[in-house]
């Protein structure tokens, strides 16, 4: 097997709950070496050590504990600091500053470190202080508005949108300055938050605004402009028929052999199918409710119209395609024994992306990274002794 593409890499992972541990799995699963820094007192983090969703964020990592309250805490930071390439940590934007660990000090242990903060709000600004968590995020920026049935009220998405985008977006940043790294020789600080990020999510429906101050509502299960596109109810549940454009639409109105809805000038354009959305929509539904969801899936997609399945999650999982993408990878916990845990959704032809650990018990590999740093067994024992490990 190739080396994996980022296995020349050490990484310094400070982060806690959801949107940090998520853009360090992104490096860990290509392989970089990361080491997870955690308190020895107990700490808040998402689920227990055993939960799924901890078992899910913190795999292919090293575990080492160290009290960062304390000087000698903060002086092996300082060590592991000065042979990393990467650093990430989720704190409130104070909180680095206080303990002495910012960007602009770390920088000059090593000028080479990418340094990378993901916050709720953004390191300045008049709401930099303030915590951050996603439900809040995906509220101010806007997703909120745009979810959900017309005139329900605002409405959550089902995951953790704002925390996931963040995480991505800032391990593409961290991935954008190792690149650019290579040229100047140079570190930087990368930054991103839960707010910029779930904005920049909105894609299309900010451009509404932005391009032609339109505001978008709630448009339930609907596309918000593109007609037909949404949920129709079968004789056995329910499908997501997308058939927007003339072309798809006629093709929609043939497999249904529903032919006299392209002549009804009431739908003629992408225009009148949107100002007649909901007359067009009972109108394809009477006849989608006709037959099961399977023959509908069959029947429109030979036709090429895109259509599919309305899946719970272990659905999800059990379709073919699913289970061809290989999303789902498996691993051996040595407690915990064998685990399933989500995967990546992009693939490399020549260096994939791996699962080569489980999620580690904390502090597992506090000594060998220790010894890695030079000490010896009586300096860690005493390490140990004055709560330092």
């Not at 960062?68 to 704190?91: F, M, S, T, W």
């Not at 037959?291 to 899936?297: A, K, L, R």
Request: glycine share 8%.
């Amino acid at each position: 097997m190739a080396a994996l593409p980022l296995s020349r890499f050490k990484v310094i992972d400070l982060t806690r709950a959801r949107a940090g541990p998520t853009a360090v799995r992104q490096l860990a699963d290509w392989g970089a070496d990361v080491i997870k820094v955690e308190a020895p007192e107990e700490t808040a983090e998402v689920g227990s050590r055993n939960s799924p969703d901890f078992q899910n964020l913190h795999r292919n990592k090293r575990s080492i504990t160290l009290n960062l309250k304390h000087p000698q805490g903060i002086e092996i930071l300082k060590r592991l600091v000065a042979q990393a390439d990467v650093l990430v940590e989720n704190y409130r934007p104070d909180v680095k500053f206080r303990l002495g660990i910012d960007y602009l000090r770390l920088r000059e242990i090593n000028p080479r470190l990418v340094y990378a903060s993901i916050s709720g709000f953004g390191q300045d600004g008049p709401y930099r202080d303030r915590p951050g968590l996603d439900q809040i995020a995906q509220g101010m920026g806007g997703l909120m508005s745009i979810t959900g049935l017309p005139g329900q009220g605002p409405v959550r998405a089902g995951i953790a949108v704002a925390d996931v985008s963040a995480g991505v977006f800032c391990a593409m940043g961290i991935l954008i300055a190792l690149l650019e790294r290579e040229q100047s020789g140079q570190g930087q600080w990368v930054q991103t938050s839960l707010l910029a990020a779930q904005i920049a999510l909105l894609d299309f429906q900010a451009a509404r605004w932005l391009l032609n101050r339109e505001i978008p509502e709630q448009a339930g299960n609907n596309h918000p402009t593109a007609v037909p596109t949404g949920v129709f109810a079968t004789a056995n549940g329910h499908i997501n028929i997308a058939a927007s454009g003339n072309d798809l639409f006629g093709r929609l109105c043939k497999a249904l052999k529903a032919e006299h809805l392209i002549k009804n000038p009431d739908y003629s354009s992408g225009r009148a199918r949107l100002r007649n959305r909901d007359q067009l929509n009972q109108e394809i539904e009477k006849i989608t409710r006709t037959q099961p969801s399977e023959h509908w899936i069959d029947r429109l997609n030979a036709a090429g119209v895109p259509c599919g399945p309305i899946y719970r999650i272990d659905q999800v999982f059990a379709d073919p395609q699913v289970q061809h993408l290989r999303i789902a990878r498996e691993i051996d916990h040595p407690t915990l024994g064998r685990q399933q845990l989500l995967g990546q959704a992009v693939e490399l032809s020549r260096t994939p992306w791996s699962l080569r650990m489980p999620t580690p018990e904390k502090g597992s590999s506090t000594e060998s990274v220790l010894r890695e740093l030079g000490y010896d067994a009586e300096a860690v024992a005493q390490l140990r002794s004055s709560g330092v490990i």
